[in-house]
């Protein structure tokens, strides 16, 4: 965690517009994709391990792996839901750091875990400034 806070705030603008690290109820097009049991905190719950792999373990594993496979640091999780074969974790990287940090290029990330932990796949989502806001 400590890559993540590297002199930015956790309440910044691009959090909001994502549907929020953390926060339920988002409005964004991925909110009926996302797992009914999901949580900040990665869950926790007894059917998370009917996969292998737990919910919180998945979202560590694809942090770690991520953060190394890309070399950017992972600035916050989005999301997460289960997959028929693991997980897949929505990931919130900084691809390129500028200052101020609110012009930042941030990407978000849909990242594959299979039910051993391991990192099978990712590909980018969408590439927005840090400061842009969502018009719909």
Known sequence: MAEQR???TK???SA???GGSGESGGSGSSSKRKATNSSSSGGGSSSSKSNGTSGREAVR???VQIAELMGRPVESVLGMDRDDDGWVITV???ELARIPNSTDVLGDYAVTVDS???VVGYRRM???NRGQSDDG
């Open 61 to 63: 594993q694809a942090r």
């Open 116 to 118: 051993g932990g391991e």
């Open 16 to 18: 909001r517009k994502s």
């Open 92 to 94: 919130q990287v900084v």
């Open 6 to 8: 590297r002199g930015r």
């Open 126 to 128: 969408r590439r927005y």
């Open 11 to 13: 309440g910044s603008s």
